[in-house]
């Protein structure tokens, strides 16, 4: 009897354990789903929804994570995100052993999927939210992924782009198990070699350096080279890959070439069963036609990607760039009602992803005093860990101490910097004069030019002044030579020997001063985007404008708005 009850326990502990696990049919049909999402999305749907009604719970669960994904694919992201949610709930409540591979495989699936939805929400947020609480139940190349893909979205690209090339390194080239596909592993390489090429574009936009875009096309490259190499996808690949190129090309400034690669769109009808793919074409196109002034063309394109971002509500910064097109498309066609509502359009979304960030940004501040803290814990558990422990929290406190040291200095320099402007932009209007008979009257060594030239140089360059002529974007040495009735090479020899400046340097000098005055005189103006005002002074896009201004000032230019909004 006893043989027996042991028998009949040992049966059902076999059964139980075998509906932890998928079988061999049960893998080979969930594998399936992965390559029909992408070349066969409603048979994947349609099978998803069929496995999500089986007896076996595990197999159940893979059925609905794969519905959550069709969704996901199709960038319907809040249907996506709900059904998420609610999988995790069902698997937490469920009789599976939160110790099997399956529990963990199945969890780490749906937070992964889940923290991609919110990121692309623009919640980042809540996506490290989920990224903190699952931790241990994401496998550790995942998270750094992950990790990394915020790092970058919060503008630290040194340390996000390390964290995607130590996941990419550490990833394995998976041994291919039960129905896998050599494509489908190999898609995986290809899209994180995708990551990185759009995090050096992104970096590039902070430091300019050139370097970065070569970085970008070349990874860009090597991920279609993977999966052409395949014959995985073809047309959409060639379609991604020109997409990603005319970016590179549309910030290296050179918008006829971009606008060139993203006409080639029309090769590729492939595009438009991807709706969020079809937006980012619209987006670039809308940009280059913006900088190339076709107006009507940029309304046409950035209004039709505004309608498709109501379906997608993907990348709220993507968002900012077309309002901001339209906005300043608006403003030259002198249609100020429609300027005006995408202007404060504008400003409404920079609050709320200035205030997405900021909870972001405190959340990983004390996610890496965290990681900090752990390490040290790893260190106490060594030999002379009461030695270690005073090191590494005398070193803990230093790094914290010296960081709120550094940034009140920060803080009171900038402040610093600040008064000073106003304080001058006080005395400006009293001091011009007598600063120019200065400036005009000073003996100069070594001069090749005679005092006659000076003279009248000085004088033309004071009436361009007065006319505000320097706001012209045309304003280089070429065109102010020609005003003064004189040659490049004359007027470069007054800067240098008599200004003591390049001709760069006092057009700078004049466009900030502008500005500051302006800002200073003007609350509609304190109103503008950084585009709007980089405009108004000569420069073609912000980032320009936003170099020149902490060149002069030492500060930045939403840093110097916003005091002066509290000062005035």
């Given at each position: 009897m006893n043989k027996l009850i042991f028998f009949v326990l040992l049966l059902v502990s076999c059964t139980l354990t075998y509906a932890q696990e998928l079988n061999d049919v049960e893998i080979k049909r969930t594998r399936s789903l992965q390559e029909y999402l992408i070349s066969n999305p409603e048979k994947a749907y349609n099978e998803a929804l069929e496995i999500s009604n089986s007896k076996n719970e595990l197999f159940s669960f893979h059925g609905k994570y794969y519905v959550a994904n069709y969704f996901y694919n199709k960038s319907e992201l809040i249907r996506a995100k709900q059904l998420l949610v609610k999988l995790i709930e069902s698997i937490e409540k469920s009789d599976i052993p939160k110790s099997s591979k399956g529990y963990q495989d199945l969890i780490g699936m749906c937070i992964n999927k889940l923290f991609y939805v919110h990121k692309n929400l623009g919640e980042y947020d809540t996506a490290l939210w989920y990224l903190d609480k699952y931790k241990k139940k994401v496998p550790n190349n995942h998270f750094n992924e992950q990790y990394g893909s915020i790092k970058i979205a919060m503008g630290d690209y040194v340390n996000g782009i390390t964290l995607l090339k130590k996941e990419l390194k550490t990833t394995p080239h998976l041994k291919l198990g039960v129905g896998e596909k050599k494509i489908m592993n190999n898609k995986l390489f290809a899209d994180k070699y995708n990551s990185i090429g759009e995090a050096y574009q992104k970096y590039y936009l902070q430091s300019k350096k050139v370097v970065f875009l070569d970085s970008a096309n070349y990874y860009f490259n090597a991920a279609a080279t993977i999966m052409l190499k395949d014959n995985f996808y073809p047309e959409y690949t060639k379609a991604l890959l020109c997409m990603r190129e005319a970016k590179s090309a549309a910030l290296a400034g050179n918008y006829l070439k971009s606008l060139s690669l993203y006409r080639e769109r029309k090769k590729y009808p492939v595009i438009k069963e991807n709706i969020r793919t079809e937006q980012l074409f619209d987006l670039g196109m809308a940009d280059c036609f913006h900088h190339l002034?076709?107006?009507?063309?940029?309304?046409?394109?950035?209004?039709?990607?505004?309608?498709?971002?109501?379906i997608t509500k993907v990348s709220k910064e993507n968002l900012l760039m077309a309002y901001n097109i339209l906005t300043q498309c608006y403003n030259e066609r002198k249609d100020t009602k429609n300027a005006y509502r995408y202007a404060k359009k504008s400003l409404e979304l920079i609050q709320s992803i200035e205030g997405i960030k900021n909870n972001s940004l405190n959340f990983l501040h004390n996610y890496d005093l965290n990681i900090i803290k752990e390490e040290s814990n790893k260190i106490i558990a060594s030999k002379d860990y009461f030695k270690i422990l005073l090191v590494s929290i005398s070193i803990i406190l230093l790094i914290v101490m010296f960081g709120f040291y550094y940034y009140y200095k920060l803080q009171k320099e900038k402040h610093s910097r600040f008064l000073k402007i106003i304080q001058n932009l006080k005395e400006a209007k009293t001091s011009d004069k007598n600063n120019l008979e200065n400036n005009t009257t000073e003996t100069l060594p070594k001069q090749?030019?005679?005092?006659?030239?000076?003279?009248?140089?000085?004088?033309?360059?004071?009436k361009l002044e007065q006319k505000e002529t320097f706001l012209d974007p045309n304003f280089k040495l070429a065109f102010v030579a020609k005003k003064l009735t004189t040659n490049t090479a004359y007027l470069s020899q007054y800067f240098n020997q008599v200004m003591q400046k390049t001709f760069s340097e006092y057009t700078q000098e004049l466009r900030i001063q502008y500005v500051l005055q302006k800002l200073n005189d003007a609350a509609y103006f304190r109103k503008y985007t950084l585009q709007a005002i980089a405009e108004e002074v000569g420069y073609k896009d912000a980032n320009t404008f936003v170099r020149v201004f902490k060149k002069q000032t030492g500060l930045a230019p939403n840093y110097y708005i916003e005091k002066l909004e509290k000062t005035l």
């Open positions: 002034k076709k107006v009507d063309s940029a309304l046409f394109y950035s209004n039709k990607y505004v309608r498709n971002y109501q090749i030019i005679d005092e006659d030239l000076i003279e009248k140089i000085t004088l033309g360059l004071k």
